[in-house]
């Protein structure tokens, strides 16, 4: 998902005052100036690198996988014909 630079520049300023907050002793309790960008924020405050949560798989990539395709490609991979 693309994200437009002001809003990924306002995400990355609320992940450091929450690194900030945290290094000066403060409360996790996210400001109100910063409730729009509160994941940021949290994310910040508890260390977690900004980014770095995991992306979903989507229901079709998953539904067009079977098991025998992905034998096959395991046996592939490890040079067994």
């Known amino acids: 998902m693309a994200v437009a ?5 306002r995400v990355t300023y609320a992940w450091m005052y929450g690194q900030q907050a945290r290094k ?7 400001p109100e100036y910063w409730t729009e960008h509160a994941d940021a924020w949290l994310q910040g405050f508890d ?3 900004l980014g770095s949560e995991p992306k979903p798989v989507g229901e079709d990539l998953e539904a067009g996988l ?3 395709e ?3 490609q395991r046996s592939t991979m490890i040079g067994i014909q």
């Open 5 to 9: 630079k002001k809003d990924q520049e």
């Open 47 to 49: 260390d977690v690198p």
């Open 66 to 68: 079977d098991e025998s």
């Open 24 to 30: 000066d002793g403060k409360a996790r309790a996210v």
């Open 70 to 72: 992905l034998a096959n």
